[in-house]
């Protein structure tokens, strides 16, 4: 397709509508609000995604270097057959097709930081005159691109920020928190791309994911090899059909021949709620201790329903001791393990815990809080977080929108913004051009600047003309996520 179809149908018709002699069309991009707890900083990713594929790989294959006229012609009959009769024309995508490049400067603080509400992340600008209508026009694509990864990377350095805190109060082994947030979303993502880009938004704070594609897409879009470094990865496990096919009255059968044949060594998690997991930890995994500790390696009991808190740590108020004791205590009462100089238990390195169900970050921190409560490290459980975490999310989540501010008319500057008088201040914009500063370490907002201070804040160039100006790598994101 067109990428100059990717957009909304009423951005097709703007370029008549600003002002006669109109030249220039500044505006950002920024989180206005936050609709999370404790949450009050957005960081910026995707956006070198944004421009490798969108405005640099789509636009040369299917605009650029597509003939002129039949670009011209299709995009004629799409807008004619959308609209009816109409003026839109076509002169002016001729114009650009001519000019064989996107006429654009996009500045923006390095992927990776995080950026305190209302503050810009980026700014985006023309920079040939009569090409100022391509400003906002690319608002639609840079929105519906921009505002998941971004969400995804924000709720995941909030979960490693939890897990984190945990992890240095109970646990000796804190490197384990890489691995103790596990993707397990891509299911129930809006698509591919959406599952793609969340994993990788994940990704920046841990390493665990079983979203695949992500892997790749880290590889092509932010320099990542995982011939040489820790990109993403998961460990062998089972799923519910798995264990079904083995048989409810052969479920132990099933466990043993997984663990001591298929794996019989590395880490293997099998699910073990298919029926009765109490059964599981209370019959099952007694009875195959010796096979259990002589293997090298981890076998992970995973649990998929109930309370995920009351699965875990126990649930007082359980109609059998089991459920009272809970899977971290029963695997304890099983197979033991040690006391660590900050006098938390952690389990025998044989054996652990996944749960990835319903997952979010009330309820890892309830787990985080009642396993220390019941003398346990939180790094005895990993969690899946799935499309409850990163799916029940929208760009209204942090209230992101794109917005000119600058403009200029025949040769005059025009400070421009909007402020609702309907509004609560969530939709107030800046005003003018813009610079981002450092203050007391966190990044701050200065509008209505001249151009020579606008070149001067912390926003920097990472396209222009068609060309990308800045290439990340994800060690380097990840770094600066994790400072």
């Not at 004619?80 to 097709?97: M, R």
């Not at 709620?273 to 076998?299: F, Q």
């Amino acid at each position: 397709m067109n990428p100059l179809l990717y957009t909304d149908g009423y951005k097709v018709d703007h370029r008549r509508q600003y002002p006669d002699k109109t030249t220039l069309v500044y505006s950002n991009w920024t989180p206005r609000m936050t609709r999370i707890k404790g949450v009050d900083q957005v960081v910026l990713f995707g956006l070198q995604y944004f421009i490798k594929k969108y405005m640099i790989a789509d636009f040369n294959a299917n605009f650029f270097k597509q003939s002129k006229a039949e670009v011209c012609k299709k995009y004629q009959r799409r807008i004619n057959n959308y609209l009816g009769e109409n003026s839109v024309g076509i002169k002016h995508i001729e114009d650009l097709h001519d000019l064989g490049y996107l006429p654009m400067v996009i500045k923006a603080l390095p992927e990776g930081v995080s950026v305190p509400i209302k503050v810009p992340m980026l700014t985006m600008y023309n920079t040939k005159a009569e090409f100022f209508w391509l400003t906002n026009y690319f608002e639609t694509i840079l929105s519906t691109t921009l505002w998941l990864p971004c969400n995804s990377a924000t709720i995941a350095k909030q979960y490693r920020k939890i897990l984190d805190k945990y992890a240095n109060e109970t646990s000796s082994v804190l490197e384990f928190v890489d691995w103790q947030g596990h993707d397990f979303s891509m299911r129930g993502m809006g698509g591919l791309e959406a599952a793609t880009v969340s994993s990788a938004g994940h990704l920046l704070s841990f390493t665990g994911t079983d979203t695949i594609p992500t892997i790749d897409f880290l590889e092509d879009y932010y320099n990542a090899n995982s011939d040489t470094e820790l990109v993403g990865g998961s460990v062998a496990a089972t799923e519910h059909s798995v264990m079904c096919m083995g048989t409810n009255t052969g479920e132990q059968e099933t466990f043993k021949r997984l663990i001591t044949e298929v794996y019989p060594n590395g880490i293997v998690s099998i699910v073990s709620d298919t029926w009765d997991l109490w059964k599981v930890l209370t019959e099952y995994l007694p009875n195959l201790k010796e096979d259990v500790l002589a293997r090298n390696g981890k076998v992970v009991i995973r649990p998929d329903s109930g309370d995920p808190a009351d699965i875990i740590c126990g649930n007082p108020n359980g109609t059998t001791e089991a459920a009272k004791k809970g899977v971290v205590q029963l695997l304890w009462d099983i197979f033991g393990g040690t006391t660590n100089d900050k006098g938390y238990k952690e389990l025998d390195s044989h054996i652990g815990a996944i749960y990835g169900d319903s997952i979010t970050i009330d309820r890892a921190t309830e787990i985080c809080v009642r396993l220390k409560q019941n003398g346990f490290a939180s790094t005895n459980v990993v969690l899946g977080i799935g499309s409850f975490t990163y799916q029940y999310n929208t760009r209204d989540t942090f209230g992101f929108a794109m917005k000119a501010t600058y403009g200029e008319v025949d040769g005059a500057s025009r400070e421009i913004y909007k402020n609702p008088i309907t509004d609560d201040g969530t939709k107030k914009s800046a005003k003018g051009l813009i610079k981002i500063v450092k203050e007391n370490g966190n990044y701050a907002l200065v509008d209505q600047v001249s151009w020579e201070e606008e070149q001067k804040g912390e926003l920097k160039e990472v396209f222009r003309d068609g060309e990308l100006v800045v290439d990340h790598s994800l060690a380097e994101i990840r770094k600066r996520i994790r400072a």
